[in-house]
């Protein structure tokens, strides 16, 4: 079924009609927020995908070796068990689970694709959202929920001469598929959680693999496991699913104690770990301190692989260094600042997200034509990370400061939507066609953030980190406890909203 020109709808066209609710994405993030409207028995709304396909990060990201590093039965919708091959999933896994919530719950109905959401805009004579998208006609909203996720948006650096490499070059987040690189000559810009699943799976297949690294991560042991039959007919039992998800909750939550409390505990449970795995896999010294980071463990999101290192030590493998950079692209490889020319065949780019002030693509225009991006001039904040004052009726998921580093951020997302669809339903299910959260109300939210931020490994470990925001500030992350964010998120507060 084509569903980019259809989808479920009330009376008149998509675009004649006023939608009570728009979801821009379809990844975990959408499909959460969609079966929890679902089961509130909000049905008539829309989702929206850029893309040709549904399913968000783990229908996009195919690149070789691609794994969740969060344990999959917490790594799942809470309500939507799935009897797991393996503690941490293989992105084949990932992508057949997200497909299976599309189709449990009839989301691909209710979904237009190829939809590019270019500009949203606030239409105070109307009270709606006027959501322009790339060569379509502008569809309204009174409730607009962005589900895009942090990280949407891939960055490639603009190093010297980058277009003039006459190669194969492209994004981790867009892997090529036709390009056969067996026997072929790469290189790998990055080393952070991308770059560090796919070297150990291209690198026995490559005839060079040159790995360029900013700086180190620090990296502890995967606890991986296969699961055998019972297992997984166990992990189908709802309550027997229940149980493993809060007994690893518990596991991984007491880890922000280390993060934000107790630098003991982090040498205790993170950096022994890593020093451990560090020295016991890499047993040359000169390649060791290359590896060895120089800032505090947790500062920068900590690898999980049994495999990393060993790949790096391949004869078929270099590393370069800050030191040992890209100076210049050229037309036939990359020319490092110690004067190497190196021949390629191919450059991938495993240089991240704009996941701080780029988190949403597009502009977005609310009350008297004020911009989010005017409001998040100095840095992004949204007062539980998800409502800002002077956008009535709109909702970020996964927005500002509600990253984690040591759970599940579904975990977070279903949390957050506790709020959301509260709000959602004052909109529709009252006499309030409007709500806002007040200025007042977000500001002493983000000075509590910003606050207690401060206290954690984030903000002194002495790193400068994608967790941070072009002002310095940490806005990725939620300092705290994740359980602290969801009875927050449980106890909407009347008096920190706007009902009109």
Request: charge should be negative; glycine fraction near 8%; hydrophobic fraction near 40%.
């Amino acid at each position: 079924m084509d569903t980019s020109d259809t989808a479920t709808a009330g009376a008149g066209s998509i675009e004649e009609r006023i939608w009570p609710v728009v979801i821009i994405g379809t990844g975990f993030g959408g499909q959460a927020t969609a079966v929890n409207l679902l089961r509130r028995d909000i049905d008539d709304f829309l989702m929206l995908e850029r893309r040709d396909f549904m399913g968000g990060t783990w229908q996009q990201n195919s690149y070789p070796g691609a794994a969740v590093d969060v344990q999959s039965p917490l790594y799942s919708l809470s309500f939507e068990p799935w009897p797991w091959t393996q503690m941490f999933a293989e992105r084949e896994e990932l992508a057949e689970y997200t497909a299976h919530v599309i189709d449990k719950y009839g989301l691909r109905e209710k979904t237009r694709l190829s939809h590019n959401v270019e500009q949203v805009a606030w239409q105070e004579d109307e009270g709606v959202w006027y959501i322009q998208v790339a060569d379509r006609p502008t569809i309204r909203a009174r409730v607009l929920i962005n589900a895009s996720g942090p990280l949407s948006t891939p960055v490639i650096p603009n190093f010297p001469g980058r277009e003039r490499f006459k190669g194969e070059s492209f994004h981790t987040n867009d892997w090529n598929h036709d390009f056969d690189h067996r026997g072929k000559r790469l290189a790998i810009i990055g080393s952070g959680a991308s770059a560090a699943q796919i070297i150990p799976a291209i690198a026995p297949d490559v005839a060079e693999l040159h790995v360029f690294q900013r700086s180190p991560h620090w990296v502890i042991p995967r606890p991986d496991r296969k699961f055998g039959a019972l297992t997984r007919r166990l992990l189908s039992i709802k309550p027997v699913y229940k149980a493993v998800r809060t007994a690893i909750y518990w596991g991984l939550e007491s880890r922000i104690i280390g993060f934000k409390y107790s630098r003991t505990m982090l040498n205790l449970i993170a950096q022994r770990k890593a020093d451990k795995h560090l020295e016991e896999q890499v047993p040359d010294e000169a390649l060791r301190a290359r590896l060895t980071p120089d800032f505090t463990i947790g500062c920068k999101r900590i690898i999980l692989s049994n495999t990393l290192y060993p790949a790096l030590m391949r004869d078929n493998v270099t590393l370069h260094d800050a030191q040992d950079g890209i100076e210049e692209v050229t037309e036939t490889g990359i020319r490092t600042k110690q004067g190497e020319a190196i021949d390629l065949d191919c450059i991938v780019w495993s240089t991240g997200y704009d996941a701080t002030d780029g988190m949403i693509s597009y502009p977005v225009i609310g009350r008297h034509g004020k911009t989010l991006a005017d409001f998040w001039a100095d840095y992004p904040r949204a007062y539980l990370g998800t409502a800002i004052p002077g956008f009535p009726n709109l909702f970020i998921g996964t927005g500002p400061n509600t990253g984690i580093g040591h759970t599940s951020h579904i975990f977070m997302i279903e949390s957050q939507l506790k709020y959301i669809i509260q709000c959602v339903e004052k909109v529709l299910k009252s006499d309030a066609g409007q709500i806002e959260v007040t200025p007042e109300a977000e500001a002493r939210y983000t000075a509590k953030i910003h606050d207690e931020m401060a206290q954690t490994v984030w903000h002194t470990g002495g790193c400068n980190s994608w967790y941070k925001s072009a002002s310095g500030r940490v806005t990725a992350m939620f300092p705290g406890f994740t359980f602290t964010y969801r009875r927050m998120a449980e106890n909407f507060k009347r008096d920190d909203h706007r009902l009109v």
